[in-house]
């Protein structure tokens, strides 16, 4: 009895190391790319973005889930970076504080050429997935970033920015934010407004892709969570949008919380290695790890007309909260050329509000 248990461990210990090291194969030639890392972030909150201090070093950083040595041991060779600022700076300083997460991530690529190749492109990925190097794009976290504006959305467009989500937990003038299905918040435009349809419509993809988050709250609704948990939600996506909608969105190193199993980026091979226990196919695997993404941004970048005259309908001033904002350009702003009457009465209104007259 006893010399069958010790049988079906050593067996079951070796089929382990069996899936590990055909993940670690598989990932050799098709490494993974993360839709979402929030390191940027972290690289701010600690360091306020001084790449060149010596704890800055991504060769030795520690306390994150992110640095160099742990994504080579994960294999991942395409990361979009999260640039990413706070709801609080809605109407106040998102558009400047998402200009300096860009600016971080530029300036990774910059300090290790080595490692990280700033990309933006399908074909991008792919050179750099031939050198060795991670393919670094940005993704920018939140509507509230682009201030309303289309002209912001184009500009960052063509700062790098590849994706855009609508909302992060916060609504903006144009969009309702998850919230708002939990009761948490109140709904303020319906899902979409008009504008908030123009801003879809010029950041809509081809195509569909579902990129897991690893954060425990999201992966087991507890604060514990393991990675095959993480496993069953790849599963159930597979099972009903098909395998070629999975990819991941780990959200290392924007969450307090991971899967014991999935503690930083490192541990990819040991989620793939669960897939493959669980019978997924080579190609499903692939497809997981890089190829649905560069499938769907393939397809995104076919059918992308950079020739069309842009939108230039603004959102409608009275949608705007304006405490911190000028409004030049709507009809009811007010004028620079006014007549001397008329400037004498505002500055009179100005000196009374500040109880100087």
Not at 188 to 216: A, H, K
Not at 293 to 308: G, I, K, N, P, W
Not at 329 to 354: C, D, I, K, N
Request: proline residues 4%; contains cysteine.
């Amino acid at each position: 009895m006893w010399t069958s248990w010790w049988l079906w461990a050593l067996v079951a210990v070796c089929t382990g190391d069996q899936f590990r090291d055909e993940a670690e194969r598989i990932m050799r030639g098709t490494p993974v790319i993360d839709g979402h890392n929030d390191l940027p972030w972290r690289l701010l909150t600690m360091f306020n973005n001084q790449l060149q201090s010596e704890r800055a070093n991504l060769t030795s950083l520690a306390n994150t889930h992110t640095n160099i040595p742990k994504l080579r041991a994960g294999f991942v060779g395409g990361q979009f970076w999260s640039a990413y600022t706070p709801c609080d700076t809605q109407n106040k300083d998102a558009v400047k504080r998402t200009l300096e997460q860009i600016d971080v991530i530029q300036r990774m690529c910059q300090t290790y050429p080595d490692t990280f190749v700033c990309v933006t492109n399908s074909a991008g990925i792919r050179q750099a997935f031939r050198e060795g190097r991670v393919a670094s794009l940005v993704g920018v976290e939140g509507g509230h970033s682009i201030d309303s504006s289309l002209g912001v959305l184009r500009t960052l467009y063509r700062l790098g920015m590849r994706y855009l989500t609508l909302t992060h937990s916060c609504n903006t003038p144009w969009a309702d934010n998850w919230l708002v299905d939990t009761g948490e918040d109140k709904a303020e435009s319906q899902g979409l407004s008009r504008f908030g349809q123009d801003v879809l419509r010029l950041v809509n993809q081809t195509g569909s892709l579902v990129m897991v988050n690893f954060y425990n709250d999201y992966v087991s609704c507890r604060q514990e969570a393991t990675l095959s948990q993480v496993a069953d939600h790849l599963d159930h996506i597979k099972k009903v949008a098909g395998a070629g909608a999975v990819g991941f969105g780990g959200d290392f190193d924007g969450v307090s919380r991971l899967p014991v199993g999935l503690e930083d980026v490192s541990k990819y091979p040991d989620l793939v290695a669960e897939l493959l226990r669980r019978r997924w196919t080579e190609a499903e695997v692939r497809g997981a790890l890089a190829n649905n993404l560069l499938r769907v941004f393939e397809a995104v970048e076919q059918v992308s007309d950079h020739t069309q005259s842009p939108e230039e309908e603004p959102i409608p001033a009275d949608q705007l909260q304006a405490s911190c904002r000028t409004m030049y350009g709507y009809s009811e702003a007010p004028s620079l050329h006014q007549q001397p009457g008329a400037l004498l009465a505002f500055l009179t209104t100005v000196l009374l509000g500040l109880g100087l007259l």
